[in-house]
């Protein structure tokens, strides 16, 4: 596997701008002759897709729900960074850039954040232009919010529903783009395979999840945007069909996914409730800007929390960080939190929780200041807790939220198999080992409005792209390969449902490879999880046909990817032996606890090549350089 | 607690459908409606029979995939509550609930529950949004918005595109859902200038497809899970008249 990041020489600040000038161009009457396919509509994928056919490519685009506005970026509560400035408090493109570098733990590559906090300003000019609501003060201008451990107010927001303003615009962008037919959209259609002719990417095997039917479609590049893997611990605030099918299939023809073990967990999320829980709702970590969250200083203690004097309060994250408090980052917030319930502070029934309080807010500031910043949040933590959170605090715990590990591109967001870009949350490029909050949406976007329009040119124009035929033996092998799988799930006919195998290999990931992770840990998963995968093929029951709607079949593919791809992630968490952002090796800690890096031989991207069924993968490194922020120990202190 | 489900089974678009009886045992009252479904369907597989067909995703009251007719109400009992985000404490033990998809001749049945919306889509892409192109606008902050102006084309943006005022509309009308796309982008400046050609061809397009017209009574906001208000329909009238009187 070659591993060529392609980062432009010269000053970091001048890397994009001479990049941009030095790429070929496709002229315009040629650009109707290229097609493009892009898997996913979320902010990433639809951006992608609207920009690419404003410039006059053939778009085929795919998503497997009913509708491209459903994509999961749509859930998104917080915001959106960028580095405006309007806020006048000493913001620019440098301290975003050395924020987020610093804050995804000194993992990331320096040229994409750099570009990354470049772009961020003319985002907020597009989504403005495109009709996007973003939140307003008095005057009629923007407002901004400080938010996930940033010391400059830089996030855009529209009330808790940032996500979706930003998605409806993306996909408003793009359905302009479909009435013109410039796009040809495909809802309900999900990619189970990737084609690869003459070592291009070319082409993708689909299935219409409708009718049930096999095709392929093919085209001169193949843009992922099917965003992360959290479900891989089947409790998380992922969407119910999120899943790692799309990378996973690329990454077995070839593709390096990297950092695997990079996974973010989320602070701010509603403890689990009982054993029928589906899944995990994230509330906006906007939230710690006015809660302050606490436990007991007894322990086990199981007065009501409003019995318990200010005295006997532990606010835990402002007695450890005295500088940033509530605000620390989330991998910070997270450990932390767990630390107090491992050692028995926790609250709520199950013992993992921690309070976060809004009462001294609301004397502050009146009960309305704060219906008017968080009123969807409060209402959404009633409906799904039954309590008021208006009236006792809400409890809190982490869980799985964001995936910053994906398949490993360069610069120019191109993975290594030529032809295959990848955008977005599916990527790995810019955050490194832990995501700073309102950082996912400005990277999708820039991502797809800015980055992979002129990069994909770029290679379209230098790249000799022959037709391939439509009975090329690779498009009937990837649909044979497919349909075989289809009907080996179909015919096992066993006792036992998809979402229980799905719920086990959940539990031992999140137990052996979630916020704290130990070698034997992660060795006796690598043993168990073969185990549970065969049990999967002789046990599970897949119902129904081939040939028409079958959710059922839809999930077990999916699951059964996940079994795979669990164990790349197992490998890549046993191989990292040091602690850095989300990934917490207990080996590797200091003595207060906190994540110990190891710069001498870590500072690395780890990517994985395909080997095989059951076989070791291999790991590549991409080594980091750091020239402009030198890592030092991430203190929040 | 114990429920008796009586849920629409239908094969696929021309088939015939059916309410089933099914028992539930043992159901936590802080599951979630699809929860239970989910119980329901695990249940159905191990016994290898199909399981219940229906649309969802986010489960956080946001991506605007799932539906449900619940005892006759889009989204059930709760007041500005997706289906996902309804509980089973606002059931009693014992009750009987009826589920069945949303219906509407533009909402055509899949499978079970499972309709095909694409017409909200069609109808979005008749014009629903600023014809701007990706690059080349104006900074942010160069055109100031009033923040009554900017907060409620928010509230009217904020719209998941579910379809249950459709599905609630003796009329299958889909008013509310295009007059508040109509109003989000009207009451911005960067939306008004598209104003009077968007209104035509979005309501023309909601014809096209087949949904009803309204007749003001006002049951899609009273289920619409956001909340999204009637008045947005006249003044989508209102505009309309003016677009066609000029055009």
């Known amino acids: ?28 009457a040629n650009k109707r002759k290229h097609k493009v396919i892009v898997v996913g509509t979320g902010l990433a994928g639809a951006s992608a897709s609207a920009s690419m056919a404003e410039l006059g490519y053939q778009v ?8 491209p506005r459903r994509a999961h970026s749509i859930a998104a509560q917080g915001g959106i960074n960028a580095a405006k400035n309007y806020q006048n408090d000493g913001d620019s493109i440098w301290r975003l850039f050395y924020d987020t570098v610093k804050g995804g733990d000194y993992r ?31 005057s009629g201008l923007l407002d901004n919010r400080s938010f996930g451990g940033a010391q400059v107010s830089r996030t855009f927001y529209a009330k808790g529903q940032t996500g979706q303003q930003l998605l409806i615009g993306a996909y408003q962008a793009l359905s302009r783009q479909i009435h013109a037919k410039n796009v040809r959209m495909h809802p309900r259609t999900e990619m189970l395979d990737l084609i690869i002719v003459d070592g291009k990417a070319r082409g993708i095997v689909v299935r219409d999840l409708v009718s049930g039917s096999i095709s392929s479609h093919m085209a001169d590049a193949v843009v992922l ?49 009982g054993e029928h829980q589906s899944k995990l709702t994230l509330m906006s970590e906007s939230l710690r800007n006015d809660g302050r969250i606490w436990v007991p200083k007894k322990k086990g203690d199981t007065r009501k929390a409003s019995d318990i004097p200010e005295s006997e309060r532990d606010y835990y994250l402002e007695r450890r960080y005295p500088s940033f408090g509530n605000l620390v980052p989330r991998d910070v917030a997270s450990r932390a939190a767990k630390e107090r319930c491992d050692a028995g502070y926790g609250v709520g029934p199950s013992g993992l929780g921690v309070y976060l309080d809004f009462a001294q807010s609301i004397d502050r500031l009146g009960q309305e200041a704060i219906e008017a910043r968080y009123g969807n949040l409060f209402d959404m933590y009633q409906k799904i807790t039954g309590e008021n959170p208006y009236q006792s605090p809400m409890r809190i715990f982490p869980a799985p939220h964001y995936t910053m590990g994906g398949l490993w591109v360069d610069y120019n967001l191109m993975s290594n198999v030529e032809g295959l870009f990848v955008i977005g949350e599916a990527n790995f490029s810019d955050h490194g080992a832990n995501r700073l909050g309102a950082s996912a949406l400005m990277q999708g976007l820039a991502d797809g409005y800015f980055v992979l329009p002129y990069t994909i040119g770029d290679y379209l124009a230098q790249s000799d792209l022959e037709k391939v035929s439509e009975d090329h033996a690779e498009i009937r092998k990837a649909e044979q390969e497919t349909s075989d799988r289809i009907k080996k799930l179909l015919y096992t006919k066993g006792s036992r449902s998809v979402d229980s195998f799905h719920r086990e290999l959940g539990r031992l990931m999140w137990d052996a490879c979630g916020m704290s992770r130990t070698q034997s840990g992660l060795k006796e998963a690598l043993k168990k999880i073969p185990e549970i995968e065969e049990n999967f093929w002789n046990q599970v029951s897949v119902t129904g046909s081939e040939g028409s709607m079958n959710q059922n079949l839809e999930k077990a593919g999916r699951v059964a990817d996940f079994f795979e791809f669990g164990k790349i992630m197992l490998h890549d968490a046993l191989a990292r032996e040091e602690s850095c952002g989300g990934h917490f090796r207990e080996e590797h800690q200091t003595s207060e606890g906190e994540a110990k890096r190891d710069d001498e031989n870590f500072s690395h991207v780890s990517v994985w090549e395909y080997t095989g069924a059951n076989q070791t993968p291999v790991m590549h490194k991409e080594n980091l350089e750091f020239e402009y922020v030198k890592p030092t120990q991430r203190s929040y202190k | 607690m ?21 028992e539930v045992k043992d159901v936590s ?27 969802h995703d986010c489960r956080e009251g946001i991506c605007g995939a799932c539906s449900l007719n619940i005892n006759g109400v889009p989204h059930g009992p709760d007041r500005q509550t997706t289906t996902c985000q309804l509980h089973m404490r606002s059931f009693k033990d014992g009750d009987t609930i009826v589920v069945e998809p949303f219906r509407a001749r533009a909402f055509p049945v899949i499978k079970d529950l499972m309709v095909d919306r694409s017409a909200f889509d069609r109808i979005i892409q008749a014009g629903g949004y600023v014809s701007v192109s990706t690059g080349g606008v104006p900074d942010a902050n160069g055109l100031p918005v009033a923040k009554d102006d900017a907060d409620e084309a928010f509230e009217n943006a904020a719209c998941i595109g579910c379809g249950a005022c459709v599905a609630t509309c003796k009329n299958a009308s889909a008013s509310l859902f295009v007059s508040a796309k109509l109003s989000h982008l009207r009451l911005l400046p960067q939306g008004k200038v598209e104003a009077k050609t968007r209104v035509l061809n979005m309501t023309q397009q909601m014809e ?40």
């Open chain 1, 225 to 273: 945007a099917s965003g992360g893997y959290s479900n891989a611990f089947y409790l998380s605030t992922n969407a119910m069909g999120c899943n790692v099918t799309a990378t996973w299939r690329a990454h077995r023809k070839g593709a390096g996914f990297a950092n695997p073990c990079y996974t973010q967990i989320h602070p701010t999320c509603i403890p689990v409730a």
């Open chain 1, 60 to 67: 085929e685009t795919f998503c497997f729900q009913d509708s």
């Open chain 1, 108 to 138: 990331s590559r320096e040229a994409n954040v750099y570009r990354l906090a470049q772009v961020s300003v003319n985002i907020i000019d597009q989504c403005v232009a495109q009709g996007v609501p973003f939140a307003r003060d008095y």
């Open chain 1, 1 to 28: 596997m070659k591993l060529n990041a392609k980062i432009p020489s010269g000053p970091i600040q001048d890397k994009w701008d001479h990049h941009r000038f030095s790429m070929k161009l496709v002229n315009p």
């Open chain 2, 29 to 55: 009252p802080d599951s979630s409606f699809l929860e239970m479904l989910d119980v329901v369907n695990e249940g159905l597989e191990e016994r290898g029979k199909e399981p219940i067909v229906f649309d």
């Open chain 2, 208 to 247: 096209e497809e087949g949904f009803g017209a309204c007749t003001n009574t006002g049951d899609c906001e009273a289920v619409c899970p956001k909340g999204i208000a009637m008045k947005n329909i006249s003044s989508m009238n209102v505009d309309l008249i003016k677009s066609l009187l000029q055009s």
């Open chain 2, 2 to 22: 114990k429920i008796h489900l009586k849920v629409w089974r239908q094969s696929g678009p021309n088939q015939k459908g059916r309410l089933e009886d099914l």
